[in-house]
């Protein structure tokens, strides 16, 4: 039995790895000059590497970990300490720290290093704090009924205006999306796994050039287990016929077939191949819904160090043309030898499309001045603006509803990738690997009549569990005793 797997991103190359082991024949093909996709990097003309973007890897991403032990790449993830940096203008430094203490307190506790925060009043920065660590108690269904709602509309509900912009970067870095166009559900989920203790709150970077650290290593293992890849072959058009894929076409003229199809495509790439019958379907017509968020990344070299040696973490910065970045000469030096290399995520992007690099660059560098105060006499040695591969797809409120599940209504059409249906996140590396396994489940009980089972769920532990049910009665609480208390004074006098 053939597959041909159409798209080499990490979700097509995970659902060849798994159909390998399955003892599923494989052709794996992608459209680009290199395999990875977007979790992907390169080295320039004067030998640099060039991230396709920064990524950090969450504690929480339990399939993608498993995936890398796998290709026995593991040691390539480099984990940090459990704290985040939210660098201000002119302002003194502010960090958000998880200490080793029991949730919730554990997040109740990281409040503290944002007190000389200056981006918001520090009363609006609490009067946050019970509706976050309220999300903890949320569950499944009530996390599912959040995406009709926007994070915009949810927390404006909920505390006065303004009380979250400290989250923003978090939110944009995720998301690439504003606040008002967000589902409160993609936000919601994340942080009640961010949230969940202090074990889950940290991250780790790659240890080397994002696509360097796994997909030479996934290469070697699909042709060690007989797999076939080719780049540069592009699907132009997939036919049907009676309920069934009979082939696709590659670059406007090959034709290729296989027993199963599996597309780890982009839904804007997909739906640009699928035949016109297909749109009768509910289940394609939903692909039309994917709208794509745009992104950019940005990489500076500086001649000297402009980072503290504490830096060594993710920065995230408010008001500022970029949200996420990091210091990579202090995190990897192997690579990126002396002085800094910042590495910038800018995102919503759609404004910046336009833009010319130059001026891209110039604000991102006077954002970093403004911020860095060490970096006022650091000359710029080179810095990159990168385009492609970029965004991802918008998590607008009711998108939930519109994301296709694994299994086709075709026989021997599969699908994958980040934005297909899955429970673990809106995207990113840990849907691309989850639904690359969900998908190999799926054909292993239709092809194979077999019940595998390859995913791993993310189940938080901790003593105080019992207690999440009712956080969300903390806040209200809290306001009654200091309110009756209050009360009490008053009469007094
Ligand atoms: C700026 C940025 C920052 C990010 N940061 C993070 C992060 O910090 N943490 C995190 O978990 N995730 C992050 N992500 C998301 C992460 O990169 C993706 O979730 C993951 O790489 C998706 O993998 P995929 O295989 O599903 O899709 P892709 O990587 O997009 O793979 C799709 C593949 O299909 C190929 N293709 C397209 N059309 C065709 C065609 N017609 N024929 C053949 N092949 C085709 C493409 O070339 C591509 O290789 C980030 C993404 C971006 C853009």
């Known amino acids: 039995m053939k597959a041909l797997v159409m798209g080499g991103g990490m979700s097509g190359l995970a659902t060849a790895v798994n159909l390998l082991e399955q003892g599923i024949e494989v052709e794996i093909i992608d459209a ?50 459990p704290e985040f940096h939210l660098p201000q203008e002119n302002g003194p ?52 009924e959040m995406d009709e709602i926007s994070w915009g509309e949810y927390r404006y509900r909920r505390a006065p205006k303004g009380s979250f912009n400290y989250f923003d970067p978090a939110a944009h870095g995720l998301t690439f999306t504003e ?53 540069q072959k592009t699907v132009t058009a997939i036919n049907i016929k009676d309920g069934k894929i009979t082939d696709v076409i590659i670059n406007g003229k090959e034709k290729r077939t296989a027993d199963i199809y599996v597309s780890a495509m982009t839904p804007w790439a997909l739906r640009k191949v699928l035949p016109k019958e297909c749109f009768e379907y509910d289940y394609f017509k939903d692909i039309c819904y994917f709208q794509n968020a745009p992104s950019m990344s940005v990489q500076i070299w500086y001649d000297k160090t402009i980072t503290d040696p504490d830096d060594d973490v993710l920065f995230l910065t408010s008001n500022c043309s970029f949200n996420c970045s990091a210091d990579l000469s202090l995190l990897i030096p192997r690579v990126f030898k002396g002085g800094s290399m910042m590495e910038l995520v800018l995102s919503p992007a759609d404004h910046l499309e336009p833009m010319p690099d130059e001026v891209i660059f110039k604000q991102c560098d006077n954002d970093i001045r403004k911020r860095w105060p060490k970096a006022a006499d650091a000359q710029v040695k080179k810095y990159v603006v990168v385009r492609e591969r970029q965004g991802v797809y918008r998590p607008v409120p009711g998108m939930e509803k519109h994301r296709p599940y694994q299994r086709s209504p075709y026989s021997n059409l ?36 077999k019940k595998i089972s390859l995913n791993v769920e993310f189940e938080p532990k901790g003593p105080l569990l019992f207690l999440y049910p009712y956080i969300r009665y903390m806040g209200p609480a809290i306001a009654a005793i200091l309110g009756t208390a209050l009360v009490k004074l008053i009469r007094r006098f």
């Open 32 to 81: 680009d000059e290199i395999f990875g996709g977007r979790a992907n990097s390169w080295l320039d003309k004067d030998g640099d590497m060039i991230d396709n973007a920064l990524h950090v890897f969450m504690s929480y991403y339990l399939n993608l970990q498993n995936f890398f032990k796998k290709l026995g790449v593991y040691d390539k993830l480099k984990w940090v300490k």
């Open 93 to 144: 430094k502010c960090y958000m720290r998880f200490n080793n203490m029991p949730a919730p307190f554990h997040i109740a506790a990281s409040f503290f290093g944002l007190l000389n925060y200056k981006v918001q009043p520090l009363w609006k920065l609490f009067a946050s704090a019970p509706t976050m660590i309220g999300l903890l108690g949320k569950t499944e269904k009530e996390l599912e």
């Open 179 to 231: 606040p008002y166009m967000l589902s409160a559900k993609v936000m919601a989920s994340w942080i009640t796994h961010i949230f969940a203790g202090p074990e889950y709150s940290r991250i780790a970077f790659a240890d080397g050039g994002l696509g360097e650290i796994w997909v030479g290593s996934c290469l070697d293992y699909i042709k060690k287990k007989g797999g076939k890849f080719e780049t």
């Open 414 to 449: 599969y699908l994958t990738g980040d934005w297909t249906k899955t429970h673990v996140s809106s995207g990113g590396m840990e849907a691309a690997t989850w639904t690359a396994n969900k998908v190999v489940e799926l054909i292993a009980e239709d092809k194979l009549n």
